[in-house]
Structure formats: C-alpha cells, structure tokens
C-alpha cells in the first residue's frame, strides 16, 4: 500500500493532484481511495487530500505516521501534516510560502524560511521545489500542483512513471491546458532530479 | 462492466441513473452538491432540476413519483429540516414510483451549521434508511433503495456522511440501464391527505415496521463476521476505520455491520448478541445503532454489556478516525497500541481560516456597510453563504447567522428588543430564492425597520457555482426568465430598494446611509458577480515609494492578495483580481491599476 498526502491551501489545486495520481494507478489495475476536502474550508483555507494505492483499503483516510510521501503545496502545510510521515517517508515541497491574513493582522510575521529549516532537520527524505523558475517557464502559477506531481513522480514515491502521468494528463484535462501542464509536469520532475 | 475512478456522489449519480430514476430535483449543499450536478452531467434524457429550495425539490419529485417515475431528491443533512414538512407527510401517502431522498450528514461538522444525525429522521418519519459505506458500494446500494422504496411503496432515505461523498474509489460500472415504465398518474383518493386516511396508513406504516426489519436482517449489506464473547457494531464510513484498526491491530471478534439503521435489522441483531459478553459500537453524530442495541438486550434480557458513546468509549461530537477507531478498539480488545505522540518542537504554524477571496464583491459591500455605519450602533444579521466569512477580521460584518434565510427575520426580532439600532440583514441571491422572501413580507407587513443588503453575486457561490431563479439557466440546459430580485422586492411591497456596484466603494456607502434613514424595511442590492464567474480585471500593484507602510489597506480590507513585504505592502498578482477597493481605501494613492 503507497499512502499519500498532499497538503496546502484552498485554491492550490490539490484535489485535481490527487485524482491524476489516482487516475493513473488505477489505470495501473491499482485499487485506489481518496478523501478530499472540498466546500468552506477550499475559500484560503488549509486543505489536506488522502490518496492511498494498494491492494485491499478500507479508509480513505490514511492514518498517522503512515504516509510514504507528503506533497506539500506550502511550507507550514507541509510541516502542518508532519504528523502523517512515516519514518522513512520523503517530503516534496514547494519553497514559496502564502502568508495569510491572519498573519499580517496579528503580525505574527510567519516566514516559509521558518518551515523548511525544520523540514531540513526532521524529515530525512526531502525535495524542495523552487517553483518560481517553473511559472516563468510556463507562464502560469496555476501550475503548481502538476509541477509538484511531476517532482513526485521523478522521486519514485508512487511506483508511477512520469510517462504514465503524462498519459493520464493527455486523456483528462481540457485540450488548452495539455501543453502547459506537461511542461510543468516535466519541469517539476527535472527539478526534483537535480536536488 | 466497466471501472472508473469516481467521488462518491458521482457514483450515487450513476447509480441512480443505472436504476431508472426518471426525475432528480435538489438544492445544493455541501458535501452532496455533486450527486444531481453529475446526474446532470451524464443525462440520458432525466428531468434534473436545482429546485428553489429542499421542500420544494421534495415536493415535485412527491408528483412524479405518484405517478410511477422513480425519483431521486438531494440535500445536506440541514436541507432536510427544510423538506421535513412534506417529509413527515409524503410518509403517510407513500408514493408508486421508487423515491430516494439522498441526505448528507456532515460529521466533525465540516461545511455545515449542524451535527445532526438524518438516521434519526427515519425513525421519526418511520422511513427506511441505507447508510453506504464506501463510493462501490453507495452505487449498489442506491438501486437497492429504489427496489425497497417500490416494494414498501414508501419513500426511503439514503444516507452518507462526507467521507463517502467527497471520497474517490474505484467504482466497477454497469452499462445496462434499468427500465422504469411509468404508468402515468391515476386519479385516487389515497393521494389527498385527511385525518382519516392519516389514521388508517398509520396503523399501515406500523404493521410494515417488523416486516421491513425482517426483511433487512436478510438485506446484503447487513452482515456477521467473525466469533468470540466481544462484538463490535458499526455502520457507515466507521466500519471502513473499525475494518483498518481490526486488520492493523491484527484484533478478532464478533462484527456487526449495520447498512440499514431503520428499521433495525432485529433479527440479524439478537444473532449478533447472542453469546457476546462485551459489544463496543462504533458510529459517527447519535448513538442510534448503539440505543437500538441497549433496547433488544432489555427487550430479550440479554447480558451484554453495550459501550459506545452513551458509555463515553467513543467521542460523541466530531468525526470519528482511523487513530479514534483504533484506540477504542484497542482499549476494547486489550490490544495495547503505541499512539502517535504529537512532535513537541513543532514550530507555530499560521494560523488559516476560510476568508473571503481575493476580488470578491462581498468585502467590499461588507466594507461600504461599515463605514456608513461608523460610529452608530447597528447590528448585522447574516446568513448562510460565502458571506458567512464576512465574519472574519478585520471586517467583522456578521453577529449572527442561524440558518438558511434567517437573517431578516432575526433582523425583525433584535429590532423589536433594540429599537434605537439600525438593523441589517445580508443575504445572497440563492437564499434570497430558498426562503428569504417570507421574511420579506414579514417585514413589510409587521412594519419593521430594518435594512436588507442583498449580496448579489449571481451564482450560488459557496458550493460551487450553481445556477438559480435570478441566473436565468437551469440544470436541463435550458434559459429560462430571469427573476430580478429587485422586481421581486417591489412587488413584495418594499419602498426604498437602490441598486449599487459594491466596487464603487463611497457611493455605495452613501446608499446605505440613506437606506438607514429610511422607516419600513428598505433594501440595497450589491450586484457584482463571484471572482469565479467573471472575467479578471487587470491586477493591482503598489508603488513603494508612495507606501508609507500603514498597513491600512490589510487592516480594514483583510484581502488575501495583499501581504507585507518588509516594512511596506506587497499585492500578490496570481491572487490579485483588480477589483481596485484597496486603491480607494488607500490614503496615499499608493496603489494603482494595470497603467
């Protein structure tokens, strides 16, 4: 059973990461769940999607300290859903943070810098993702989940190639957006090769 | 046959599709939105509407149903308080086509005002109740309910919770379709309710209980595994969480599946008791299953020892989870588990509540009302919606919210005990549609002084964009009349109603100010659509070196997009929808359009 979590904030594109990722390990003959978080939380707030791949699964909620790999969107997302990690598991982060409104009204000065030093010293499998180079490639910073799927991919973590995923991208996004994403999906995976 | 990965409620869709229902009516509500969205999505020729409102979904699906169609209605757990006048009712007359209404709770409560248990409407309306759990096994289920619904001739009501609906599982599809033909409606008195008729189906509905729950103690879902003296009993999504602590912890015992709370599987129940020393129930919101077991031991004078949450062994608020499962299961096997110890060096995350989007036309109407009311003792009632996040600091624009259409009235009844306050009330189109227009005439009728803000984002927009009365399109494709709320307004006999752009931040002020002024209810309506279903203006950017720092465009707007940036302030242009209120409460002009 590969568990996984992807961690960040409402509007990031989570939940359509978690279902490429889905999609394409059941494509794979895969059995497949997930949980989503989808209604008042989605408005700026923290989302957290469960996908887990295996043979038999009973909850789509994976449990704690059971998660082979966290994709998180934001760095305190990412720190936020620690809790999840196995041991062993890797981490796969974007290293631009989204500070919220909260934070400047009560001047608690939340600094994403802050969040990967400690992923630095607690996590032992850890890919940060500098995603800015990537939006400029695409022209886009709607393209965060797939450049961070394509981290993912790279790393091994989902017994799931890139070209699968690629695969799955061709068959189910809207006709537009097929080029933009792979490029992300390939820039992601380059990135995450590099590190 | 054929698989594919599909959310719950999609699968709740195709599986009321796959079974013939030939007319499916809803109100949006999270987390059950995307079961009639889908059905309209995949349409092979179904009647699918978004009614106006629960009750009358209920109500037009009641028609069809009498006359052979099976029908399906969806809600959240909340819509169904709303549906319950024709509920308790349409109990009574029963229908001739199948008729599931599909009900959503929302454990934990994740997007909803209440933790109601909708089991607990089944055994007051004396209805049928599936409770799927899995997206597989939901698709199955749902043609299971429409054949007990037209064997019984009785409504029957489907129930999942969140973590059914809003999950993804494989789902293995069957391309036959079931086909239902209609007879067409025939005239008979059993369709008109009296008092008679009530008493006569009521000693009806009684004599059918036993034999419902004989027949469910036989239904496949209902089901025994396992033996020793302990049992577990569990139902819904908590017997997928007591299957994975069971298979994590390696544990053994006696397993009661529940798939049909009401009328409860008696039968299969007292065979599960039997022999059992111990039994610990695990179930989300109400101890029903876990009260039905307490009854037949009383009943039968069984021994067993029933824990759950009427015995404080399981949480009784909040959602249950595999690590609340295990534990429970573990202190009830004596199976000794290591719990996750929370990391103790964890740095302060921020801290992230909902908040109204970056753009969003409901800031600035919002803004526009507090600054006309500057110094004044006014009050706001809100109302269910995205603009429940008007909440949120800095604006803090909501005192009280209560349920669907409840504003205006609340507005009515803290004017009666505060008269020297200026009393609003804020509601958006859709619930202006679902049942803010009694509240209306209330108000014109009674002769109350209150100030209703309609938030006109023309969409529903919290649950994702659904059309409604005032948008003019309807789920069959089609475009219909548009209702205007301010011609609604007029008719109702409302004086003052004044149309403003929310954006145009002074003048909308000074229309509030002038709506306050007035006797009688008077209304302003902020017409500007949601971020989602308007094209972006050009963003905004600040010039750093007119921005003294103030920080007064964060601490009276609250908007996403803008961040501090070193001593100044930043706007974030993959957030920013240049919706420009940040330029007009900016005292420096330091922030500008696109040129």
Request: with cysteine; glycine share 8%.
């Amino acid at each position: 059973m590969i568990n996984c979590i992807l961690a960040g904030v409402g509007g990031q594109g989570t939940v359509l990461a978690s279902k490429l990722i889905a999609q394409t390990a059941m494509g794979k003959g895969k059995n497949v769940r997930t949980a989503e978080t989808i209604g008042m939380a989605q408005r700026g707030g923290c989302v957290v999607s469960h996908v887990r791949i295996g043979e038999e699964i009973h909850s789509p909620l994976v449990p704690l300290r059971s998660a082979d790999v966290i994709i998180g969107f934001e760095p305190a997302e990412a720190v936020r859903s620690l809790p999840y990690l196995k041991e062993e598991g890797i981490v796969i982060v974007s290293q631009k943070d989204i500070k919220p409104v909260t934070d400047s009204l009560a001047n608690t000065n939340y600094e994403g810098t802050e969040m990967l030093d400690y992923l630095k010293s607690h996590v032992k499998r850890l890919i940060i993702i500098d995603v800015e180079p990537i939006f400029a490639a695409c022209g886009s910073t709607r393209v965060l989940n797939i450049a961070l799927l394509g981290a993912a991919a790279a790393a091994g973590v989902f017994d799931i190639s890139l070209a699968e995923i690629e695969r799955t991208i061709e068959h189910k996004l809207p006709q537009q957006f097929i080029a933009m994403n792979l490029k992300a999906l390939r820039a992601g995976a380059k990135t995450a090769i590099k590190e | 046959m054929a698989l594919e990965l599909l959310m719950g409620n999609q699968a709740i869709a195709l599986g009321a599709i796959r079974s013939g229902v030939g007319v499916v009516t809803g109100y949006p509500g999270t987390p059950s939105t995307e079961i009639l969205e889908t059905v309209a999505k995949r349409n092979p020729g179904i009647y699918v509407e978004w009614s106006v409102n629960e009750k009358s979904a209920l109500e037009v699906a009641s028609g069809a149903a009498f006359a052979g169609f099976r029908t399906m209605v969806t809600m959240k757990q909340v819509g169904l308080n709303v549906a319950s006048d024709p509920l308790m009712s349409l109990a009574y007359l029963g229908v001739k086509g199948g008729m599931v209404i599909v009900v959503a709770d929302d454990p934990g409560p994740i997007s909803s005002q209440t933790e109601q248990d909708t089991r607990h409407f089944g055994i007051f309306a004396k209805l049928p109740v599936f409770d799927p759990s899995s997206p597989e096994e939901a698709y199955l289920m749902i043609g299971d309910a429409f054949e007990y619904s037209e064997k019984y001739n009785t409504p029957v009501l489907f129930r999942p919770t969140t973590r059914v609906c809003h999950g993804y599982a494989t789902v293995d599809l069957e391309e036959k379709r079931f086909e239902v033909k209609a007879e067409g409606f025939i005239k008979d008195p059993k369709w008109a309710i009296f008092p008679r008729l009530s008493y006569l189906n009521h000693l009806k509905m009684e004599a059918r209980q036993p034999v419902l729950s004989e027949d469910f103690s036989s239904y496949r879902y209902n089901s025994l595994q396992g033996s020793g003296k302990k049992g577990i009993a569990s139902g819904g999504i908590s017997y997928a969480y007591t299957c994975e602590a069971l298979s994590n912890l390696k544990g053994e015992c006696k397993i009661f599946r529940v798939a049909t709370p009401h009328p409860f599987p008696e039968k299969l129940a007292l065979e599960f008791l039997t022999g059992l020393d111990e039994v610990l129930v695990i179930e989300e919101l109400d101890p029903v299953i876990e009260k039905e077991l307490v009854y037949l031991c009383g009943k039968h004078h069984l021994p067993v020892r029933i824990m759950g949450k009427l015995t404080k062994h399981i949480q009784n608020a909040g959602e249950n989870s595999v690590e609340s499962v295990s534990k429970a299961v573990s202190e009830f096997l004596r199976i000794p588990i290591h719990p996750v110890k929370p990391s103790e060096d964890m740095p302060a995350l921020p801290v992230r509540p909902p908040v109204l989007c970056a753009g969003c036309p409901h800031r600035a109407s919002f803004y526009a009302v507090k600054q006309a009311m500057k110094g004044r003792k006014a009050v706001f009632s809100g109302d269910i919606g995205c603009y429940t996040l008007g909440n949120a600091k800095p604006l803090d624009m909501v005192d009280t919210c209560l349920c669907m259409g409840a504003g205006i009235t609340i507005a009515q009844g803290l004017h009666r005990a505060e008269p020297d306050a200026v009393n609003f009330a804020f509601i958006g189109d859709s619930t202006f549609f679902h049942t803010g227009i009694p509240g209306v005439i209330n108000a014109v009728y009674n002769e109350t002084d209150i100030v209703l803000i309609i938030l006109d984002n023309s969409t529903t927009a919290m649950t994702g964009h659904q059309p409604h009365p005032g948008t003019g399109k309807t789920m069959m494709g089609n475009i219909s009349e548009k209702i205007k709320i301010s011609e609604v307004l007029k008719a109702l006999g409302v004086k003052h109603i004044t149309t403003m752009n929310p954006f145009n931040l002074q003048d909308s002020s000074a229309a509030v100010e002038e709506a306050a002024a007035n006797k009688g209810i008077s209304a302003v309506i902020f017409k500007s659509p949601c971020i989602a279903v308007a094209d972006p203006a050009p963003v905004f950017s600040v010039d750093s070196d007119k921005c003294t720092g103030c920080k007064l465009c964060i601490k009276e707007l609250g908007c996403p997009a803008i961040v501090k940036d070193n001593n100044k302030v930043r706007i974030d242009a993959s957030l920013c929808y240049g919706c420009s209120i940040c330029a007009q409460v900016c005292p420096f002009k330091a922030i500008g359009g696109a040129n």
